[in-house]
């Protein structure tokens, strides 16, 4: 370990003493193969003025270095976000659909049948009604009904998976983007995460994107010359949106779009809740809807 | 077998229980500035318990590998020099990070002790490498981070037979690993850490010259 006869170089090479930017780069990326004396060396070159300096500062910037990464692992978890919205939608469409199927198959079969997912659960917790219209004289048993009312008890327990996953993704939400899951709602910040394609992906959008995220084919209808450009893709969903006066809703989903995206920012880039972005979205809401009302 | 300076037995709650000075980190009992140190939460501790002969004295540079939430290196870095504390996973790194804020000369490394390039360019050599990392390979492991060791410098593995194969039996993984082991190492002393800790084997080496 004398006279830098080693394969590599210390985390300090070539550094600034001043650039914590870089130090903490080279700390998590750098790579040597073999140790060295390295406070003897950042004391020969000049970054450290002794032993005590260099290991303040190298206490100070591994802390920084290891909480960074730390905060970029765990941001991965917007991954696990992006499957679960996304199953909770195929389970949830999948449900509706099969419930269709139910309740035409039912109205082949019964009187009283109903129609959607409620008439499903109907179904696979009560069972058939007497009489079953199509039941043949030889009992009440009859291999179409059994497998009717197994495809409801299948279309049931589908629903209540996507109600599970709907639970997780509200806990997850809140976790990966809290203050995005915070404003918008943990489903709505979930979709919006999902068709950016990750937390970070929407953290570069420009608002203009994600005000229309979701709304791809009408985007594509205008470009094309054919439409009116979109106001909003999924970001209607969310109640300062819907719940707008049709004359202002432009105007709201922008704004609701601008904060949503500076949530996404603050929750890539730092992670930290905070409160004050709901409570200026709030307030721009509220000066919106009051243009109205004045006239 | 002496203790290494900064570690003493100390009265907590009338029995005698190894203790160092610093902040407290688990929830710990305290008596003053001094801590306990719970051998059943920590291999190190069992080692210490048990009077096997780490060679510690205080002091010294220590790269701990498989650092975990910090109880351990918490303890290490009360009484030991600079400590370069290597942990793998994200979530218990986050612990270890409040560990290592009032610990002014410990240095939190968020690497996989199997690659050791990965962290080489900022740890030294080092007197001791404490290992603790609970994987297949645990020999490999040490093996590897040996480049690390002084050449009168120690190594204090603990090896959990369970993570090599859960289905063998635990002293024919130990007298494996040890083989292996004989690479790069010497082994000065090996002792099981029950009652501390269930299949594990607490191995004091040299590095080989």
């Known amino acids: 370990m004398t006279d830098g006869t080693h394969a590599g170089d210390g985390w300090f090479a070539g550094l600034d003493p001043s650039d914590r930017e870089a130090a903490i780069e080279r700390l998590s990326a750098g790579e040597s193969e073999d140790p060295a004396d390295w406070p003897a060396m950042a004391i020969e070159t000049g970054y450290a003025t002794d032993e005590d300096d260099y290991y303040d500062r190298l206490h100070d910037l591994t ?17 696990q976000l992006v499957h679960a919205v996304r199953a909770m939608d195929d389970a949830r469409r999948t449900a509706n659909e099969l419930a269709e199927r139910v309740a035409e198959w039912a109205g ?19 069972g058939p009604p007497e009489p079953d219209r199509s039941g043949s004289d030889d009992g009440i048993s009859d291999p179409g009904t059994d497998r009717l009312v197994a495809l409801a008890t299948r279309t049931a327990e589908l629903a209540d998976e996507a109600d599970e996953l709907e639970r997780f993704v509200e806990t997850a939400a809140h976790d990966v983007a809290p203050n995005l899951a915070a404003m918008a709602g943990p489903v709505l910040a979930a979709r919006l995460i999902s068709l950016a394609g990750g937390l970070g992906d929407l953290a570069k ?33 969310h109640e300062y949106v819907r719940g707008t006066r049709q004359a202002d809703r432009g105007s709201a989903a922008r704004a609701v779009a601008g904060k949503l995206t500076i949530a ?20 721009r809401v509220r000066t919106i809807r009051a243009r109205g009302d004045d006239q | 077998m002496t203790l290494p300076d ?15 000075q610093g902040e407290p980190v688990y929830g710990e009992p305290t008596d003053g500035e001094w801590r306990a140190w719970n051998p059943h939460r920590s291999k190190l501790g069992g080692m210490l318990e048990l009077d096997m002969d780490t060679g510690l004295v205080g002091g010294e540079t220590v790269l701990y590998l498989g650092a975990a ?34 610990r002014d000369r410990l240095f939190p490394l968020l690497a996989d002790a199997r690659s050791p390039e990965e962290y080489a360019h900022v740890v030294e050599p080092v007197d001791v490498v404490v290992q603790d990392v609970a994987t297949r390979g645990q020999a490999a ?27 063998r039996d635990p002293e024919d993984v130990f007298s494996d690993v040890l083989d292996d082991l004989r690479g790069a190492y010497e082994i000065l002393e090996t002792e099981r850490l029950a009652p501390y800790h269930d299949d594990h084997l607490g191995v004091v080496a040299r590095p080989r010259s």
């Open chain 1, 108 to 126: 082949s079969r019964f009187d009283d049948a109903g129609s959607g997912v409620e008439y499903a659960r109907e179904l696979a917790a009560e």
């Open chain 1, 205 to 237: 959008q420009p608002s203009s994107t994600v005000q229309v995220l979701g709304a791809e084919d009408a985007l594509f209808a205008h470009l094309s010359g054919n439409a009116p450009s979109p106001k909003h893709g999924v970001i209607y969903t």
């Open chain 1, 63 to 79: 802390l920084s270095a290891a909480r960074r990464e730390v905060r970029e692992r765990e941001r991965a978890d917007d991954r």
């Open chain 2, 69 to 102: 939430s910090g109880t351990t290196v918490s303890h290490v870095a009360d009484f030991a020099g600079p400590t370069y504390a290597v942990e793998f996973a994200a979530r218990p790194m986050r612990d270890l990070l409040n560990t290592a804020e009032p």
């Open chain 1, 264 to 283: 996404a920012r603050v929750d890539h880039y730092s992670g930290e809740r905070r409160p004050e972005l709901d409570a200026e979205l709030d307030e």
């Open chain 2, 141 to 167: 492991v040490a093996t590897t981070n040996a480049r690390f060791l002084r050449d009168d410098g120690r190594l204090l593995l603990a090896i959990k037979a369970r993570s090599e194969d859960v289905t």
């Open chain 2, 6 to 20: 900064g570690v003493e037995r100390r009265s907590f709650e009338g029995s005698d229980r190894l203790a160092t």
